[in-house]
Protein backbone atom coordinates (compact mmCIF):
# COMPACT_ATOMS: atom_id res chain seq x y z
CA UNK A 1 0.00 0.00 0.00
CA UNK A 2 1.27 3.72 -0.93
CA UNK A 3 2.44 5.19 2.03
CA UNK A 4 3.08 8.57 3.14
CA UNK A 5 5.32 10.61 6.17
CA UNK A 6 3.39 12.90 8.33
CA UNK A 7 6.63 14.64 10.06
CA UNK A 8 6.42 17.19 12.57
CA UNK A 9 9.26 19.75 13.54
CA UNK A 10 10.15 21.55 16.62
CA UNK A 11 7.02 22.22 19.35
CA UNK A 12 4.29 21.15 17.66
CA UNK A 13 4.55 18.20 20.50
CA UNK A 14 2.64 21.08 22.35
CA UNK A 15 -0.27 21.73 20.42
CA UNK A 16 -3.27 22.01 22.06
CA UNK A 17 -2.16 24.08 24.83
CA UNK A 18 0.76 26.31 22.92
CA UNK A 19 -0.33 29.84 22.04
CA UNK A 20 -4.47 28.02 21.37
CA UNK A 21 -4.92 31.73 20.00
CA UNK A 22 -2.44 31.02 16.64
CA UNK A 23 -2.64 27.75 16.85
CA UNK A 24 -6.27 25.90 18.21
CA UNK A 25 -6.73 23.65 20.88
CA UNK A 26 -6.32 20.41 18.53
CA UNK A 27 -3.79 18.57 19.76
CA UNK A 28 -0.90 16.56 18.07
CA UNK A 29 -2.65 13.64 18.86
CA UNK A 30 -6.00 15.06 17.34
CA UNK A 31 -3.66 15.46 13.97
CA UNK A 32 -2.40 12.04 13.48
CA UNK A 33 -6.12 10.24 14.08
CA UNK A 34 -6.94 13.11 11.29
CA UNK A 35 -4.39 12.22 9.03
CA UNK A 36 -4.74 8.55 9.36
CA UNK A 37 -8.58 8.01 8.91
CA UNK A 38 -8.07 10.48 6.16
CA UNK A 39 -5.22 8.00 4.70
CA UNK A 40 -7.30 5.13 5.40
CA UNK A 41 -10.37 7.13 2.98
CA UNK A 42 -7.67 7.20 0.41
CA UNK A 43 -6.29 3.96 0.83
CA UNK A 44 -2.57 5.14 1.62
CA UNK A 45 -1.04 4.25 4.75
CA UNK A 46 0.19 6.73 7.45
CA UNK A 47 3.26 6.97 9.18
CA UNK A 48 3.46 9.70 11.71
CA UNK A 49 6.14 11.22 13.56
CA UNK A 50 7.38 14.46 15.60
CA UNK A 51 10.78 15.67 16.41
CA UNK A 52 11.78 18.71 18.33
CA UNK A 53 15.76 18.37 16.68
CA UNK A 54 16.54 19.51 13.31
CA UNK A 55 19.25 16.65 13.27
CA UNK A 56 16.14 13.81 13.90
CA UNK A 57 14.07 15.54 11.19
CA UNK A 58 16.72 15.21 8.42
CA UNK A 59 17.21 11.59 9.35
CA UNK A 60 13.71 11.02 9.03
CA UNK A 61 13.24 12.41 5.57
CA UNK A 62 16.45 10.78 4.61
CA UNK A 63 14.75 7.64 5.76
CA UNK A 64 12.03 8.17 3.60
CA UNK A 65 13.37 7.11 0.72
CA UNK A 66 12.15 3.70 -0.98
CA UNK A 67 9.82 3.78 1.37
CA UNK A 68 7.36 6.33 1.59
CA UNK A 69 5.66 7.49 -1.77
CA UNK A 70 5.60 11.20 -0.19
CA UNK A 71 5.90 12.98 2.85
CA UNK A 72 3.88 16.03 4.11
CA UNK A 73 6.68 18.13 6.41
CA UNK A 74 5.36 20.82 8.77
CA UNK A 75 8.86 22.07 9.61
CA UNK A 76 7.62 24.38 12.76
CA UNK A 77 10.21 27.39 12.95
CA UNK A 78 12.76 25.40 11.18
CA UNK A 79 10.75 26.63 7.81
CA UNK A 80 12.25 29.75 8.34
CA UNK A 81 16.01 28.84 8.93
CA UNK A 82 17.10 25.37 8.26
CA UNK A 83 19.26 25.08 4.93
CA UNK A 84 20.00 21.43 6.40
CA UNK A 85 16.49 20.85 6.08
CA UNK A 86 16.15 21.77 2.68
CA UNK A 87 19.04 19.98 1.25
CA UNK A 88 18.08 17.08 3.09
CA UNK A 89 14.71 17.20 0.76
CA UNK A 90 16.93 18.08 -2.31
CA UNK A 91 18.91 14.99 -2.07
CA UNK A 92 16.36 12.50 -0.41
CA UNK A 93 14.23 13.27 -3.60
CA UNK A 94 10.94 12.46 -2.28
CA UNK A 95 8.23 14.26 -3.43
CA UNK A 96 7.48 16.59 0.09
CA UNK A 97 4.45 18.84 0.78
CA UNK A 98 4.86 21.68 3.18
CA UNK A 99 2.04 22.49 5.56
CA UNK A 100 1.29 24.99 8.70
CA UNK A 101 -1.06 25.36 11.06
CA UNK A 102 -1.48 29.41 10.73
CA UNK A 103 -0.77 31.58 7.97
CA UNK A 104 2.73 32.32 7.79
CA UNK A 105 2.45 34.89 5.38
CA UNK A 106 -0.15 36.83 6.71
CA UNK A 107 2.29 37.09 10.18
CA UNK A 108 5.92 38.27 12.02
CA UNK A 109 7.96 38.97 8.21
CA UNK A 110 10.72 36.64 9.87
CA UNK A 111 7.63 33.83 9.01
CA UNK A 112 7.22 34.89 5.23
CA UNK A 113 10.55 32.81 4.29
CA UNK A 114 10.39 29.97 3.74
CA UNK A 115 13.72 27.56 3.23
CA UNK A 116 11.15 24.59 2.12
CA UNK A 117 8.66 26.14 -0.08
CA UNK A 118 11.76 26.03 -3.05
CA UNK A 119 11.78 22.43 -2.85
CA UNK A 120 8.71 21.21 -2.06
CA UNK A 121 5.61 20.20 -4.11
CA UNK A 122 3.19 23.04 -3.42
CA UNK A 123 2.72 24.99 0.40
CA UNK A 124 -0.80 24.46 2.07
CA UNK A 125 -0.92 27.05 5.55
CA UNK A 126 -3.44 28.89 7.45
CA UNK A 127 -6.16 26.16 7.54
CA UNK A 128 -5.35 24.97 11.05
CA UNK A 129 -5.56 20.86 11.13
CA UNK A 130 -7.84 20.55 8.11
CA UNK A 131 -4.35 21.75 6.14
CA UNK A 132 -2.79 17.89 6.87
CA UNK A 133 -5.73 16.56 5.25
CA UNK A 134 -6.00 18.70 2.21
CA UNK A 135 -2.13 17.95 1.62
CA UNK A 136 -3.16 14.10 1.85
CA UNK A 137 -5.51 14.65 -0.89
CA UNK A 138 -2.81 16.60 -2.47
CA UNK A 139 -0.93 13.38 -2.70
CA UNK A 140 -3.96 11.14 -3.40
CA UNK A 141 -4.04 13.30 -6.64
CA UNK A 142 -0.11 13.83 -7.20
CA UNK A 143 0.05 9.72 -6.97
CA UNK A 144 -2.53 9.07 -9.35
CA UNK A 145 -4.84 7.07 -6.35
CA UNK A 146 -8.43 7.23 -6.32
CA UNK A 147 -10.44 7.87 -3.79
CA UNK A 148 -10.73 4.77 -1.58
CA UNK A 149 -8.66 2.55 -3.59
CA UNK A 150 -4.89 2.11 -3.26
CA UNK A 151 -2.44 2.39 -6.02
CA UNK A 152 -3.01 -0.36 -8.98
C1 LIG B 1 4.07 26.72 12.11
C2 LIG B 1 4.45 28.15 11.74
C3 LIG B 1 5.89 28.46 12.14
O1 LIG B 1 6.21 29.80 11.82
C4 LIG B 1 6.07 28.26 13.63
O2 LIG B 1 7.41 28.46 13.99
C5 LIG B 1 5.58 26.93 14.11
C6 LIG B 1 4.30 26.43 13.58
C7 LIG B 1 2.57 26.45 11.82
O3 LIG B 1 2.20 25.27 11.76
O4 LIG B 1 1.79 27.39 11.68
O5 LIG B 1 6.18 26.30 14.96
O6 LIG B 1 4.83 25.82 11.32
Do not use: W
Amino acid sequence: MTSLLILNGPNLNLLGTRQPEVYGRTTLEDVRRLCEAEGARLGMAIAFAQSNHEGVLIDAIHGARGVHAGIVLNAGAYTHTSVALMDAISSAAVPLIEVHLSNIHAREAFRHKSYIAPVALGQICGFGAVGYALAIQAFAAHLGLQSGEPAA
